[in-house]
């Protein structure tokens, strides 16, 4: 059993001086007591939690933050170690299915969340970690633009010089997270049916997955055309906000989520197409964020409703595109926000599995997240080290010699774990597999095209 970490990316030590004891909480949606009063304390959530998991702590437990939650409505104070056994939880929601009582984790770790990013004085070195990930992460532009000079750096042999620099903990990490990048392919604003068109959907291109797993998006559009769809890509849409609602910057959030609302109402589709497990599960969650203005309230709970991960509506659809032999054994990794948050577990199992010679293996463990969970593989690398460790041997010992997730953050984690274990399994996104079939192409091709992941050559059509 692990050790829960502690020390920041940048430097250890605090900066800031302990601040005067002030009510926890203000008024604008503190952790809800009514549903904290959900919560039996019955400890069910235990052994679905990955941090307990790891440390045994029970304040590391969704019970156990819970009754830290519910401490700040009794008096006690935001302090250091409450604000720690938040920040440590990942937000995998694996606790929800797990509860008996229908507590609702990811309301009450969100509104937290939001109370700590406003009232609590971070350390000045977590609050420029905090500030250099935002002003990347959530921006595609920004994203888009360090394509160029990662290709460059990846490319050349600058690496080992690198690694032998005292460079800060935060820039190592990302750097060996990122996948190695080719040219991105061409994906059209507009996209036509293949035969009678059955629905017209708009696609989230997303960042991380937009600037660094461009082919996604490219396979995205491809199937979903293959499978009768009139596919649109607005060209202008941004951040969905997942990332910062999901860490407590909820005026951040909830700023992203009303720019993609009215950039996808003015593309006219039926539906909203994700093929990134957070994003989806935050895109869900619209009606609930914008509750409270009344000029967004019904727009937000609208869309909400006209959003699916790419799985879910082919699922919904019914496939009607054919299907080419894939001989592969896989092994199939579940996103914590698609599983867990959204509840999407047959899908794509029933899509894959439909596929001829093509083997689907779970994981044991499978409701475990990785260590990704957004951002937290930067913010708690010691942690997300250890699960993602957990989740590599899982894979390895299923035999397979194919990884199929659906998350970006997750393919760069388990990834870059089993790469720094000496193991280069190739990882394909699920609507790859899919088109790979549509499209007939061989095992051997698939395997190319998907050989990268982080450190491994990238291949294209």
Known sequence: MGTAPGSPLFGAGSDRADAAVRPAYDNAHPPAPELLADCVHCGFCLPACPTYALWGEEMDSPRGRIYLMAAGHDGAAMDDTMVRHIDQCLGCMACVPACPSGVQYDKLVEATRAQIDRRFPRTRTDRLRRAAIFAIFPHPRRLRLLRGPLRLYQRSRLGPVLARL?????????????????????????????????????????????????????????????????????????????????????????????????????????????????????????GWLLRDEPAWAERAAAFSDRVRDVAELIAELGPVARRHPLPIRAAYHDACHLQHAQGIRAQPRALLRAISGFEVVDLAEAEQCCGSAGIYNLLQPQAAAELGERKARQVLATGAEFLVTANPGCWMQIGTILQRMGHRLPVAHTVQVLDASIRGIPATELFHLARHGPGTPQAHD
Not at 226 to 234: N, R, S, T
């Open 166 to 286: 005292p460079l800060p903990p935060l820039l190592r990490i990302m750097e060996e997270l990122a996948p190695t990048l080719g040219p991105p392919p061409a994906i059209a604003s507009r996209t036509p049916a293949v035969g009678q068109r059955r629905r017209t959907v708009g696609v989230l291109l997303g960042c991380v997955q937009g600037a660094f797993f461009p082919d996604v998006n490219a396979a995205t559009v491809r199937v979903l055309a293959a499978e009768g769809c009139d596919v649109v890509v607005p060209p202008a849409q941004g951040c969905c906000g997942a990332l910062s609602t999901h860490v407590g910057r909820e005026e951040e959030g909830v700023a992203f989520a009303k720019k993609l609302i009215a950039t996808f109402e003015r593309a006219h589709v039926d539906t909203v197409v994700v093929n990134s497990a957070g994003c989806g599960s935050n895109m869900k969650e619209y």
